[in-house]
């Protein structure tokens, strides 16, 4: 392998610049911004790479999909998206965020961290290993979705319709960071997901402020009622909720308790004197990676401008994420969550689901394929990486990979303070090459595997309800 990384080392400008072309494309999903032509650039990058590739419709944004095949060749699935999250607040930038600046060794731009930086990694490297060694050793899928950032509540069409292309043996999920020492992150699962809106309505119209006296106000009701979801202790008190929480493997508690986490260092970047309820060591990493969270993203109701303005507000609304663990069910929660409102007398609340909720996924520890990846990190800079079972975060690996027994592992060229979905998104620009590199090493460490040993593999399926 030290050809092909002497060979990423000495095009790294080149790979550099292509990198800066993706970023510079708005590709921003939920303002439908430059998706139609993102698709097209990448669709040309991967024909560069000799994929055969499609640009197939859904009823949202298109998948961009493109494929390598060699008979009797194992097959490795890269999942990635090529939309981004809008740039606002837009004065808090520092630069463009679509002009892919470079300062201090950083590339700022939206998407850089998250998830484009990841893509043109795998297709570097690609174009790396098949630049040393004319043809690749193992099948080689991208599925890149244009609807990430917003749910992906249309990949379930590419799913039942195309089976045939989402069969692997391995998939890399989208992405991941570097550590500040070097080693990279390996997340093997993610959390589920149940998104709802809460709405409490009251007047046919706001109202002066006045009639408070004697009208119900829709944004105290709301605020009543989220009261009775989790309490100070961070307990969600929703009857059932728990039921049906996993309880993690020996192995999977001993990873999370020689899992980095650096602590101070990330209170410090926040601003913050502790974490929720005190947590600290082993309880905190636990809550963050295994245990089920209730959070309320956003609050909207009467005047919110600058000035006074004295007003009854006739409705409110809430938006409330539920990151969930196996073995919950989304459409389950969603039930138990109406139940627990009528319950408590808030039956006129309505629950609004805007999106497909989405199960957890994690992938089993002990598998060769997981062991091979291991190695293949060990390998480039003989530092073993920091392994989460189960990532905080949460998309459509269930979908698309676990409900059909496919083992996935992420990891990305992000950093600790890339800013996704933030002001200044970034990467480090080494991290970027670094990740190259990475992304060739697991090609070359998979090839090597034997058929008998990938067969062996599998997933942590859900539990039947």
């Not at 006129?348 to 199960?359: A, F, M, N, W």
């Not at 996924?361 to 530092?383: F, N, Y």
């Not at 990740?435 to 399926?461: C, F, P, Q, R, Y």
């Amino acid at each position: 392998m030290e050809s092909v990384y002497r060979y990423i080392e000495e095009n790294q400008a080149t790979y550099i610049e292509m990198l800066k072309e993706f970023c510079r494309q708005e590709s921003v999903s939920t303002q439908n911004r430059g998706l139609k032509e993102t698709a097209k650039m990448l669709q040309d990058y991967l024909q560069s790479i000799n994929m055969k590739t499609e640009i197939i419709e859904t009823t949202g944004h298109p998948i961009v999909y493109g494929e390598s095949f060699q008979e009797g060749l194992k097959t490795l699935s890269f999942y990635n998206h090529y939309d981004v999250q809008p740039e606002d607040p837009i004065d808090l930038w520092e630069s463009d965020p679509f002009g892919a600046e470079v300062r201090d060794g950083k590339l700022y731009a939206r998407g850089s961290a998250d998830n484009k930086g990841a893509l043109m990694a795998r297709i570097c490297a690609i174009h790396a290993y098949q630049e040393i060694f004319k043809k690749l050793p193992v099948n080689v899928k991208f599925i890149v979705e244009g609807e990430e950032e917003s749910g992906s509540p249309h990949i379930d069409e590419f799913i039942e319709k195309y089976p045939d292309k989402i069969s692997a043996d391995l998939c890399i999920w989208e992405n991941g960071i570097v550590n500040n020492d070097g080693s990279f992150e390996l997340k093997l699962g993610t959390k589920g997901m149940l998104y709802v809106e809460l709405v409490a309505r009251g007047a046919n119209s706001d109202l002066h402020s006045s009639n408070g006296a004697i009208i119900e106000n829709p944004a105290w009701r709301l605020i009543w009622a989220l009261n009775t979801l989790k309490n100070e202790n961070e307990e969600i008190l929703i009857d059932g909720f728990y039921d049906k929480v996993f309880e993690p493997t020996d192995e999977e508690v001993k990873v999370i308790q020689e899992l980095k986490f650096d602590e101070e260092e990330t209170l410090s970047e926040l601003g913050l004197d502790q974490f929720v309820a005190n947590l600290k060591g082993i309880n905190l990493k636990d809550k963050l990676f295994y245990k089920p969270t209730c959070t309320i993203c956003g609050f909207n109701s009467g005047y919110t401008g600058e000035g006074t303005k004295t007003v009854l507000p006739s409705e409110a609304r809430v938006k409330v994420d539920f990151r969930l663990v196996p073995d919950q069910d989304p459409e389950e929660i969603a039930m138990l969550l109406r139940k627990h409102l009528d319950s408590h007398g808030f039956n006129d609340i309505e629950i609004i689901i805007p999106e497909s909720g989405s199960k957890a996924a994690r992938t089993d520890l002990s598998l060769p394929v997981v062991k091979s990846v291991i190695r293949a990190m060990e390998k480039l800079h003989g530092i073993p990486p920091n392994i989460i079972p189960m990532s905080p975060g949460s998309g459509p690996m269930y979908k698309l990979c676990h409900q059909f027994g496919i083992p996935t592992m992420g990891f990305g060229v992000g950093n600790p303070y890339s800013n996704k979905h933030a002001p200044n998104e970034n990467i480090n620009l080494q991290d970027f090459i670094e990740g190259i590199k990475m992304v060739a090493t697991v090609i070359h460490e998979l090839g090597s595997m034997n058929n008998d040993t990938i067969s062996k593999t599998k997933v942590i399926h859900q539990k039947q309800s």
